[in-house]
């Protein structure tokens, strides 16, 4: 009997025992980050960086249209860090009481400019009335798109460019449509224009047609409780995260902001 109760309280301690390391921040380091589509390059730079001297860190990214990534948040998706192409949907989950409010900070700014590879001459917002096919994200979940649309509005541009515009799914698709000459162009971040290989820029946005182009980021109030998470958001504003996000075009304190 005495034998038999050992063995439980020995079968119980080795099962609380792996509890507790399982559940240790050594191997429960990992972050999850939900960004727009548009970040991608820079911050898998920026987490390999990260990891080279946090190796027992996982960095897991989600990219995605910052509408997509906030409705994955509300409806329960695992995420630490959200990093959005807009303050709207910053603000949305704010609202929503899913994140921090205390750790937003920025992450970027950014600038929309018109791409292409069609001959004919497009040098203004005036000039997109010349060409046929327009890509654009959809203004309703993809922040690129909101703030194309803010400037064609704004130029007086909606009614001649009616029926030209074709929507794609996030920032990254629009530039694919313009980079392989499905349309004549298309509206995509500046820090995504200079990554294309055949479409080249044909004029920025002027900023007067849009809101700002900021680009805030915030811990989850889940990501709030790891360390993990908090650590590497500080990261995200130090000097050398900064160095990558300019190398990629994006413009942050470091560069001036």
Known sequence: MKSGLKRT???????????????????????????????????????????????????????????????????????????????????????????DPASRKPFARNAIVFTGTTPIQVTSMEDLAKLQRIAIGSPKSVPAGDYAMQAITNAGMKKKLQGKMILARDVRECLMYAELGEVDGGFVYRTDAILAKQATIRFKVPQNLHTPITFPMALTLKGALNPEARDFLNYLESPAAHKVLNAYGFVTKEAGD
């Open 9 to 99: 309280f020995a079968s119980i301690r080795a099962a609380l025992m792996l509890f507790i390391l399982s559940t240790s921040p050594l191997n429960a380091g990992e972050v999850r980050i939900s960004a727009g589509a548009g970040m991608k390059d820079a911050l898998t730079d920026i987490a390999r960086n990260y990891h080279a001297s946090h190796q027992n860190t996982t960095i897991t990214p989600n990219y995605g249209p910052s509408g997509a990534l906030a409705g994955q948040i509300l409806n329960g998706a695992p995420a630490d860090i959200f990093i959005s192409a807009n303050t709207t949907w910053m603000e949305f989950l704010i609202e929503k009481k899913l994140l």
